[in-house]
């Protein structure tokens, strides 16, 4: 009879062993540490490690949750194991910063292409590991953030040398540096066209309204006089925007100061220092000014503007307007009522320029060409 009542009572036992390891939730809940971040048993670790497919058991298939159990969602963003809102920048971007990149390989595989949750990094981001979004590696993506909030902000992952850091890609990787100009932005014809083309209101973001360094402590005067108009230093001086005249022609000078070199885009006109585009200084056309320079240095260094035969080179002003030549006497002075009277008061102005022996020195004018001395 006791042996009857135990087996009856083990047969109960396992009937409930089964109803329960089938059905009973207190018997399929998790373990007390499965929501605790820090222990082996972590569900986040679990997921990662064996995926979600043992969880569709309970929490249905689409993980949306069953009578039986909750659904992810009521505390995630998705299956992922993300909590919600994990989508806004400020959390997951956050999140990358402080941790890096190596738990996000976990789930989305090491080059985030989605692993086994399917969801590819590169959907929202470019360069998945950077974290940036789409359109970032254009000028008005992350160069404006540069302007807005320096390159500082970049540091945390391209380094504090801007070289590369936790990416290992570095902004001079397409930049001259971390100010955001792209390479060789300091050759003239990089920079200098840009300002050329679009004035230096763009330069102020970064440099300052006066333009003398502003948040990226470069000020444009290092280099040049005036940076609006993107002169070099000391291109003032005759020597240097004189002499780019000569060798290029005034027509160079025309994107920034007008067709008219009255100002155009700079507001600099040529003609506050210049009778005209041609370089030469105010008042140049008086005797005094460019007649006593042929005096003193011949009128060879006209030709640059003027052309070999004085007629008006790329200048288009020929000397002849108002010269018999290149010399510098005035139209009509082979006129003996000219000349003659002039030779009459002193013939020390004449060996100037035709030699002391009036046999013509650096102007190739012989006065024995039409005279038999030089005093007839």
Known sequence: MLKISLLLLIACLLIAGCRGDVGDPAVR?????????????????????????????CHGADLAGTAAAPGCDA????AGG???????????????????F????????????????????????PWHRGGHPDGWIEPNGHGNIVRRFGPDSCTECHGADHRGGQLAVGCFDCHDGPGGHPVDWLL??????????????DCQDCHGPDLRGGWAEISCYQCHDWPIVSHPDGWAEGAQHGARVRQETAFACAGCHG??????SSGVSCFQCHDGPGGHPTGWGARAAHGQT???????????????????????????????????????????ELHGKDAEVSLHQCSVCHGTEFRGDWTGVSCYQCHDGPNP
């Open 29 to 57: 809940q998790h373990d007390e540490s499965w929501l605790d971040p820090d222990a082996a048993a972590f569900h986040g670790t679990r997921t990662v490690r064996d995926g979600v497919e043992d969880c569709r058991n």
């Open 75 to 78: 505390c995630h963003a998705g």
């Open 82 to 100: 993300h909590p919600t809102d994990w989508v806004d920048p400020a959390r997951h971007g956050a999140a990358t910063l402080a941790d890096g």
């Open 102 to 125: 190596k738990r996000c390989e976990a789930c989305h595989s090491q080059d985030g292409s989605g692993g086994w949750t399917g969801v590819d990094c590169t959907t929202c981001h």
């Open 188 to 201: 003239p014809e990089w920079h200098g066209s840009d300002v050329v083309r679009n004035g230096a209101t």
């Open 259 to 264: 067709d008219d070199f009255q100002g155009g």
């Open 294 to 336: 042929v005096v003193d240095d011949s009128a060879l260094d006209c030709r640059d503007c003027h052309g070999p035969d004085y007629r008006g080179g790329w200048s288009g002003a020929s000397c002849y307007q108002c010269h018999d030549g290149p010399g510098g006497h005035p139209s009509g002075y082979r006129s003996s």
